[in-house]
């Protein structure tokens, strides 16, 4: 079963991963993220093979216009689109995917990318755990509005590509001990009593593995064969902006810098492992699977374990809930496009 042990990661961390060379001159593009770090470093190489179209976010309009210049200037493409997103809001989420429909523009490849790390509990305006709802509800929202548009440049030789940025961190992330005698997985979590100290410590972490069952309870409800692959995908320990908190603690900061320096990934290496999933080839080979250094490798123990399904499963049901209640169309995507559960 599936662990993260410290021989596995140093040899992963120091593992040259392949730089991707697929044709995607037919192919419309979106990359989540991109203003710095992974996502930034996966929009810059996906713009250095000219894809037809390519559309990234951003956080806010200003952020939009710098990234834009950016990847523009780094990859010799011009006309890229740039858009903001924000996913500490539903409400951005739902009119990204508004103008997308509105434009009637189409995507072959969806990066979800947006990630938070913080110990700190907050809330959105949504009421919602910061980190939870970056990194998990509003990345949902997202991969199931986009869902129908990506069915529908899927083809039974070529599906379309539905990208998650995971991480390893989800190997160490806490059980949910005593998830069976909750009446809501999804309010316990985001409730600011269960949030403890401890539990926010390890937030980013369980964030990751949620991804992971996400998009293993959403694969296994597409079709066979499927129009859209999806995959969870992990970059590795790199160089990003990922833990600037630490940066307000001198000691905390001084530790970081030198375990970057001896361990990290360069970005640029870590983006190569989204760029791959999103575009060469043997995507249904990887459909529904975790992909560590752009292979398909094994979920951690407690995601493979009973204890871990139950939880993917009950988890799934009440994600569907929460986000249907945010917007009705996920509901009927659910019905229109992914088979149900039988009692």
Same mark, same amino acid.
């Not at 990234?56 to 990234?67: A, G, H, Q, W, Y």
């Not at 493409?77 to 500490?88: A, V």
């Not at 940066?247 to 990934?265: C, E, H, T, Y």
């Not at 996920?330 to 019905?335: A, E, F």
């Given at each position: 079963?599936?662990? $993260?042990?410290?021989?596995?990661?140093?040899?992963?961390?120091?593992?040259? $991963?392949?730089?991707?060379? %697929?044709?995607?001159?037919?192919?419309? $593009?979106?990359?989540?993220?991109?203003?710095?770090?992974?996502?930034?470093?996966?929009?810059?190489?996906?713009?250095?093979?000219?894809?037809?179209?390519?559309?990234?976010?951003?956080?806010?309009?200003?952020?939009?216009?710098?990234?834009?210049?950016?990847?523009?200037?780094?990859?010799?493409?011009?006309?890229?689109?740039?858009?903001?997103?924000?996913?500490?809001?539903?409400?951005?989420?739902?009119?990204?995917?508004?103008?997308?429909? %509105?434009?009637?523009?189409?995507?072959?490849?969806?990066?979800?990318?947006?990630?938070?790390?913080?110990? +700190?509990?907050?809330?959105?305006?949504?009421?919602?755990?910061?980190?939870?709802?970056?990194?998990?509800?509003?990345?949902?929202?997202?991969?199931?509005?986009?869902?129908?548009?990506?069915?529908?440049?899927?083809?039974?030789?070529?599906?379309?590509?539905?990208?998650?940025?995971?991480?390893?961190?989800?190997?160490?992330?806490?059980?949910?001990?005593? %998830?069976? +005698?909750?009446?809501?997985?999804?309010?316990?979590?985001?409730?600011?009593?269960?949030?403890?100290?401890?539990?926010?410590?390890?937030?980013?972490?369980?964030?990751?593995?949620?991804?992971?069952?996400?998009?293993?309870?959403?694969?296994?409800?597409?079709?066979?064969?499927?129009?859209?692959?999806?995959?969870?995908?992990?970059?590795?320990?790199?160089?990003?902006?990922?833990?600037?908190?630490?940066?307000?603690?001198?000691?905390? +900061?001084?530790?970081?810098?030198?375990?970057?320096?001896?361990?990290?990934?360069?970005?640029?290496?870590?983006?190569?492992?989204?760029?791959? %999933?999103?575009?060469?080839?043997?995507?249904?080979?990887?459909?529904?699977?975790?992909?560590?250094?752009?292979?398909?490798? !094994?979920?951690?123990?407690?995601?493979?374990?009973? !204890?871990?399904? !139950?939880?993917? +499963?009950?988890?799934?049901?009440?994600?569907?809930k929460t986000l249907g209640d945010i917007d009705p169309r996920v509901n009927t995507i659910v019905s229109e496009h992914l088979t149900q559960d039988i009692a």
């Amino acid at each position: 079963m599936g662990k $993260l042990t410290v021989f596995g990661f140093l040899r992963e961390q120091w593992t040259e $991963l392949p730089v991707s060379t %697929a044709d995607v001159s037919d192919q419309s $593009l979106v990359v989540v993220g991109t203003n710095v770090g992974l996502g930034n470093e996966a929009a810059v190489h996906l713009a250095q093979l000219k894809p037809k179209n390519l559309l990234i976010t951003s956080r806010n309009e200003v952020k939009c216009e710098l990234s834009k210049t950016d990847v523009e200037t780094r990859s010799g493409m011009t006309g890229i689109e740039s858009w903001p997103l924000e996913l500490s809001s539903f409400d951005s989420v739902r009119s990204f995917v508004d103008n997308f429909e %509105a434009k009637r523009y189409t995507v072959n490849v969806l990066i979800a990318n947006g990630g938070l790390s913080t110990m +700190k509990y907050a809330k959105t305006p949504d009421g919602y755990e910061t980190t939870f709802q970056v990194n998990y509800l509003s990345t949902a929202l997202l991969s199931i509005l986009m869902l129908p548009h990506l069915i529908k440049t899927g083809t039974p030789e070529h599906a379309s590509r539905l990208v998650i940025v995971s991480s390893e961190a989800h190997y160490i992330a806490n059980r949910l001990k005593g %998830a069976d +005698k909750w009446s809501s997985i999804i309010e316990t979590i985001n409730d600011e009593a269960y949030c403890t100290s401890s539990i926010m410590k390890n937030r980013y972490h369980l964030s990751k593995l949620l991804e992971v069952m996400f998009i293993r309870e959403l694969s296994s409800r597409l079709p066979t064969p499927t129009l859209v692959a999806v995959s969870a995908v992990n970059p590795g320990f790199c160089h990003s902006r990922l833990t600037r908190e630490v940066d307000s603690n001198p000691f905390l +900061k001084f530790s970081m810098s030198i375990f970057k320096g001896l361990l990290a990934r360069t970005t640029e290496m870590g983006s190569r492992t989204l760029v791959h %999933a999103a575009i060469e080839p043997g995507e249904r080979e990887r459909h529904g699977h975790y992909l560590s250094s752009c292979e398909v490798t !094994e979920e951690s123990d407690y995601t493979l374990s009973a !204890e871990g399904r !139950e939880v993917s +499963k009950r988890l799934w049901h009440e994600t569907l809930k929460t986000l249907g209640d945010i917007d009705p169309r996920v509901n009927t995507i659910v019905s229109e496009h992914l088979t149900q559960d039988i009692a």
